[in-house]
């Protein structure tokens, strides 16, 4: 049987294949409304996601940011995955609806009416990435429920992380004090092995190496990159 073949028997039901493809529909019926958050989300937020990917080129711990939808949707799989074989948990519709809809207005206002007020900060803090998390919790709790929300709660949190105003205004400092002690550790190493060649030049983190063959001398300057603290918190991420 030719695989074009055995694609179209799969929906082949005695009464036709109209009738085969509305029972495998019926059979696949809760990752409906999934697909269809999911190309909601692509379509609202495009831009919002081009631009992210933006990020790969930079040497910054906001190179990783974009790859956490990916991680998001891969979990959000297995966790569904997980539970295929349990029944369907009970639902509360006025509740989900109650908690659901400020979670989306929410979303819907990151994106339209806090640009009027942030100005030109909107694209430096970013605050339409937060808005997509948003838009993914509130349409998780409206179309299955709280609980699959709380289920999907490490899925969701990964859309969250990837807000850039998290590591700009709340991990700055964090990441500035993993460069500076990797600063104190080369300069305790420099000063105990200057038969190296190495000298400090032109204050902490900036270092000069002396080729032994007289050669041009290669600057070397610390900074996130250099320290390893990118790696640290792409590796922390995953």
């Not at 799989?77 to 109650?98: A, E, I, K």
């Not at 994106?111 to 430096?124: D, F, H, K, L, M």
């Not at 900036?206 to 070397?220: C, R, S, T, V």
Request: one cysteine or more; a positive charge.
């Amino acid at each position: 049987m030719t695989p074009a073949r055995f694609k179209l028997d799969r929906f082949r039901h005695p009464d036709g294949d109209l009738a085969g493809l509305r029972a495998w529909l019926y059979d696949h019926r809760r990752w409906i409304p999934a697909v269809a958050l999911v190309v909601a989300a692509l379509v609202a937020y495009h831009y919002t996601l081009v631009t992210m990917f933006d990020y790969l080129v930079l040497d910054t711990p906001l190179a990783y940011l974009p790859l956490l939808p990916l991680f998001a949707l891969g979990l959000a799989y297995f966790t569904v995955w997980r539970y295929r074989g349990t029944p369907q948990p009970s639902r509360d519709r006025q509740l989900d609806l109650l908690v659901g809809i400020p979670v989306l207005a929410v979303a819907a206002a990151l994106i339209t009416i806090i640009p009027t007020i942030a100005s030109t900060y909107y694209w430096t803090d970013r605050a339409d990435v937060l808005s997509l998390a948003f838009f993914a919790a509130g349409g998780v709790i409206v179309l299955y429920g709280t609980t699959w929300f709380w289920r999907l709660r490490s899925a969701l949190l990964f859309l969250v992380l990837m807000w850039p105003a998290l590591y700009l205004h709340v991990l700055a400092g964090v990441m500035q004090n993993f460069t500076d002690a990797t600063n104190g550790a080369l300069a305790a190493v420099v000063q105990r092995f200057g038969a190296l060649g190495v000298t400090f030049s032109g204050g902490e983190g900036n270092l000069m190496l002396q080729p032994l063959h007289n050669g041009a001398p290669i600057f070397i300057n610390v900074g996130t990159a250099c320290s390893g603290a990118n790696s640290v918190l792409g590796f922390a991420l995953i």
